[in-house]
């Protein structure tokens, strides 16, 4: 570590997020033939670090002599401004080398609200944001994540992005770039060779046009590029990689434990749900993998805590069976089991014994709609008697708590439905009244609630917001309706951020500019409300001469081109469609298990699981 560098860590919050020299990094010696990765995640160091796919692509990419993978997150803005007062670039972790000097700068992209950061990351780095200003010296750019299904608004600074899981694509890539050095082959060149790698969407290959009123009239590929890009999965995922053996944090992490990824996909089709949509087919881990990769973790992490990881934990077909391999081992060592993402219409006796044998955790479901009307709207095959019935079993269990997730401005809510939360709630409330095991410790009933935002490539994608204005009407309806109880708490998030969440995830390419120009205004670090401006981002959308509501609630009509047809889920367009009109008649599909609903992703399984766990 320079000096420079730690004259200003002595001045920051949490140096230990920028010094690097955790336990299990990996350090490589330098030479002509090692391609350099820095792998960027568009949050702070806590976040970053807690996110699983860092470290498989991490690992995986380390696995490899011919590479070295360094990780880089973002600094937050103490330690931000005093890099740019001191000239220090932003640089990894593991080298301290500044990111314009790596051969490829990779950026995971979870939320909307992190694309300011990526553009000040590479500011920060010392390369030009935007595409066409980097000359061939510059890094090679590229993207994945979640918000890739919709790369237009991020289109002119990523030189390509991957569609879908990354764990085999990216060793495809690095090959790609690797002979392109080898051979003296130009960046040009390389895109377009890069654009026939299955899973590979580049930019500069496309152009669109667009209709007077702001729509997008086509989408024109140059050179031979696909249209649309089908995205990458990994087929057999009980076999692929998995971090056993991998960075232990020096300092506190959001999610500091064995995290254990059950399976990818969802058999439920929530209609809002766009992760369950574009992680299909569902793929899963044998209990004894599932088994060895615990153990293995924490003998080489030493943490007491595994948590179980998937879409819908409950939903894995196996979850009884692995609880008690797991627990066989883990409760001499007072190793517990945390189990998220529970489904209400599935909790049981059983489950919650096993749930409860080491360390009682918290019981968090989300129903996401008071009323049964527009739970089935959603298709969220949740009743009321589901979760009266769970939560009785856990209060009867000895559990004085539980969490209720909802949304509010789903398609077609009316005040009824709001007030059928308050509902809902008392119900909860009413059902510890009855079945408590130890009333004397009194009950914690928290209700939170969130902005609807409709996504890409999910049978809401052409559905409105509602207004910011409407929301909060919404909130303060409910919040009255709640008041009386005193053993429930309502929290709500505000509606700014998912209002600009909404224009950007529906964004097309001319929301880059506004993108560029939020953060030439200061935009950055924008998931934290300590940075997040609303009325900044509404004057540059003005400036940019854009409406952010054109973007965030517009109802689109089903004809409509709609920017991220340029890539694919594997879920067909006709499959939303279809989907988006039985949620107008209140009419509810079953998950993939009990019936198919002909999604269109079977002609990616290739014969491998689209209906379910065997």
Known sequence: MNLKLQSILQKVQKPARYSGGEYK??????????????????????????????????GLLNERDDVWCERVFAPWGDMADLMRENAIPLYGLESGDPIRAFDIVSFSLGTELS??????????????????????????????????????????????????????????????????????????????????????????????????????????????????????????????????????????????????????GCVRGCRFCQAGHITRPVRARSPETLTRQAIESIQNSGYDEITLSSLSTSDYGELFPLCDQLLSWCESRKVSLSLPSLRADNFSVELMERVQKVRKSGLTFAPEAGSQRLRDVINKNVTEEDLLNTCAIAFAGGWNGVKLYFMLGLPTETDEDVLAIAELSRAVLDTWKRTAKNKNRGVRITVSTSCFVPKPHTPFQWESQVTMA????????????????????????????????????????????????????????????EYFSLERWLAVFEQCGLNPEFYATRERSSEEILPWSVVSSGVSEDHFRRERERSKEGQITPDCREQCSACGVSKLAAGGMCHGQK
């Open 25 to 58: 990094q990996i350090v490589k010696e330098k030479s002509a033939g090692l391609l350099r990765v820095a792998y960027c995640f568009p949050d702070t160091y806590e976040i970053g670090m807690s996110n699983l796919g860092l470290r498989i692509m991490y």
């Open 470 to 529: 409407e929301y909060q009407r919404r909130v303060e309806l409910l919040r009255d309706a709640l008041i009386s109880a005193k053993a429930i708490t309502y929290n709500w998030h505000t509606p700014e951020m998912g209002f600009v969440e909404a224009a950007l995830a529906r964004g097309n390419r001319r929301v880059g500019a506004v993108i560029e120009s939020a953060w030439k205004s200061g935009a950055y670090l924008d998931t934290w409300s």
């Open 115 to 264: 694309y300011t950061s990526v553009l000040n990351m590479l500011d920060l780095g010392g390369i030009p944001v935007k595409a066409k200003d980097r000359t061939s010296n510059a890094p090679l750019i590229i993207a994945g994540g979640m918000c890739a299904f919709n790369p237009e608004p991020l289109a002119d600074f990523i030189d390509l992005f991957v569609i879908g899981e990354g764990e085999e694509v990216i060793g495809e890539i690095v090959e790609a770039y690797k002979l392109a050095k080898t051979q003296g082959i130009d960046k040009p060149e390389f895109l377009k060779s890069a654009s026939a790698i299955g899973g590979v969407y580049v930019p500069s290959l496309y152009d669109i046009a667009y209709n007077d009123d702001g729509t997008v009239e086509k989408i024109m590929p140059r050179e031979g590029a696909p249209l649309p890009i089908e995205k990458r999965f990994v087929a057999d995922f009980d076999a692929s990689y998995f971090p056993t053996d991998t960075i232990i944090p020096s300092t506190g992490i959001v999610h500091d434990r064995v995290v254990l990824e059950l399976f990818r």
